[in-house]
């Protein structure tokens, strides 16, 4: 069993930043791709970006390339992620995710996730 803890939500003003953090409780953290998703209300929980265990091999949703970094510190057992030039479409709960696998080529399908955090609410305003 996973455990996943998200912190540093909160209100940005629209090109802000912030910085997402997802605290695991497991000593195989490497052995997981974790992911992060955000649902808005009304909108379904939507791939923001995944990084696999070992390598660090990144993917990110179209929308939040450039923008966002996702990076991981497997000796912290934390997986970050960094929000530039946050927009108000970026408002959402963010929820980070885990997998036991290597791979991405399916990373952004939230059922392919067995481990879940129980979410960080992020809101940007105009």
């Known amino acids: 069993q996973v455990q996943l803890v998200e912190s540093g939500g909160g209100l940005v003003q629209a090109g802000g930043s912030l910085r997402l953090a997802c605290a695991a409780s497991t000593g195989t953290f490497s052995a997981y791709t974790v992911g992060w998703f955000r649902q808005a209300p009304g909108k379904e929980r939507e791939f923001v970006a995944a990084?696999?265990?070992?390598?660090?091999?990144?993917r990110y949703a179209d929308s939040v390339k450039g923008r966002f970094t996702i990076s991981r510190d497997n000796a912290k057992n934390t997986v970050y992620l960094h929000m530039d030039s946050l927009k108000p479409d970026d408002t959402a709960e963010y929820y980070c995710?885990?997998?036991?696998?290597?791979?991405?080529?399916?990373?952004?399908?939230?059922?392919?996730?067995?481990?879940w955090g129980q979410g960080t609410q992020v809101t940007v305003s105009s």
């Open positions: 990084a696999t265990g070992r390598d660090s091999f990144t």
């Open positions: 995710a885990a997998y036991q696998s290597a791979s991405l080529v399916r990373a952004t399908m939230p059922r392919l996730y067995r481990y």
